[in-house]
């Protein structure tokens, strides 16, 4: 593992889907073959200003450039050869095994060109369709190539679907997921066509190709740049922006390994609340390779570059969140014990006579030193930015862990097509654009395996969420309760003080206040002290067990695990009742399962951007 968070490799995926011969009229053969080297030539020619402009953010290997085929006679090899001739990689989406597929063919020399782009082929994936549900299985793979693809090119004629999964059907699904199109004119009378919005700020979601504007295709590199470029960092106003989400990607690429923290805050809390006892690992982080190693569900050929960048997001979101938590914590303490410094000041010299008021210095330095520590730990928590750092790290896992388990049924998380606005979804995205096709053959035991890989994430997100919602639960009614018998206490010595004061001045003539003599007056004045240094000193302590509640919110964030925990519960409970063998269905748990987890990831996130480090008061 690298000594850094892997970059991705610049990577550019294109689908093609287009018709077979008897919608491919000969004479217009030639000029398809055509035009679809020239889009080849002109996408490649496209992605070099992408790494020019970006190369820090990339790995050194050379750009990743792969068509994504079904091999069907016709357009679909008329674009694999293209792209082969071009150094381009091919992947291919069979909708039955190979053998199967293979009787589709029929003319002279048809099943012998299929075998050979078959062998060239980087990856093959095999969907397990069969004949009397052929309809289905050919939709599952044109959907398929939709799912590993940043952009389709279709030959088309203009005409409907000849049934599911024909051109028409896997052009107007592209459409309603943003992805671009472009058309080339199987008929050979027009040149190709972009289809497509996403340049238009905010663009309206379409449903059919023909609500779409066309664009020449001359051009292709402002195309590929909002594909393939990360985030724009540019303020309201157009200027460049410093702290933008580039110069944030570029920060987490140069994170290095962290193996002590030296922050006990946190874990000390959770002891001093009998919620958990420390250990000795508290002060040492994890490092990436361990944090890799605990990823659940990851299918045989998950690419050693995405569990690489899933641990070193998993170490890096604890490590800085082990920091920010601390950090927090601290700082209301700190602050706490400055203000309880001067009530016990009162206390030890003026109540208790421990000390002579020539030690009043001695408060006054611990005080100094206490607010120094706040604004010292403030400082360096906004110039290192812990909380940021912690936020972004742990959004880059949480994408990543979900992706797992769906890249061993053969799909991805949904991902939109354009420019990234935020440079996690783009980074996540990048990563699991260069994995490429996985090579799968669905066979029962090949369905079963990612079947299992999905139900052995949810158990572990389950126990997961239903452990942190105990640990958080507990912890809110502990920090609530020591906060409210410092509140009763404060109030009982208020109580039973100004009791005191009357029984004195009604029926003894405040003889405890001006004193008997002077014991009793010296007594009488001791007790005042007390009784001021408590009314200041436990009101302060249970507002910082307020404050570290209100940052940590773990009332809040115990109802999210809970409501988690019953959620992926339900859908591990409907995965088991799916039929064992029944790929989709597999594959829409797993789109569920993304679509909740990542769900609870940005309304955590959102919730906890607000709750950054600051100082008391």
Known sequence: MTDHPPKPRLSLSVAITGHRPNRLPDHARAGVALALEGLLQRLTAAIHPVLATHATLFSPQPPRLTLLSALAEGADRLAAEAALAQGWGLEVVLPFPHEEYAADFTEAGAQEAFQALLARADAVLEWPGTRDRADLAYEAAGLTLLDHADLLIAVWDGGPAAGRGGTGEIMQAAVRRGMPVIIVDATGQRSPELRWTSRVPYPRPAAFIEDLPGAGTQDLTALVDDLLAPPASREADGRPDPHGEVEHLATYLQEKRCSFHGRPEWHLLHALALVRRPRRSDLHSRPPEACASDLQGRPAHLPA????????????ATHYAQIFRSAFVANFLFAALSVVGVALSLLVIKSLNWLGDEMKWAFVLAELLLISLVLLNTGLGHRTNWHRRWLEAREVAERLRVA?????????????????????????????????????????????????????????????????????????????????????????????YLAAVGVDHLWLGGALEHGLDEISHDLWHRITYGVTAATVGLPVLATAAYGIRLIA????????????????????????QDHPTDLPAAQDRARQAAEIMLGDVANWRLAAEGRGLAKPG
Do not use: K
């Not at 570059?305 to 890096?316: E, I, K, P, R």
């Not at 299992?452 to 949810?458: I, S, Y």
């Not at 339900?570 to 088991?576: D, E, F, H």
């Open 553 to 576: 919110d773990f009332e809040g964030n115990a109802s999210r695990s809970h409501r988690m925990a019953s959620e992926l519960d339900q859908l591990l409970a409907a995965l088991a």
């Open 305 to 316: 570059v995405t569990a690489d960048a899933f641990g070193w997001a998993d170490a890096l």
């Open 404 to 496: 797992v388990p769906m890249i061993g049924l053969g799909c991805r998380p949904a991902g939109g097509h354009g420019r990234a606005r935020i440079w996690t979804g783009w980074y996540s995205r990048a990563l699991l654009r260069a994995s490429g096709l996985p090579p799968l053959r669905f066979t029962a035991d090949v369905i079963s395996s990612g079947r299992e890989g999905l139900a052995t994430l949810l158990r572990d997100q389950c126990s997961y969420h239903q452990t942190t919602y105990q640990r958080l639960h507990r912890m809110e009614h502990r920090l609530e309760l020591f906060g409210e018998v410092l509140f009763h206490a404060t109030l009982i010595i208020v109580i039973l």
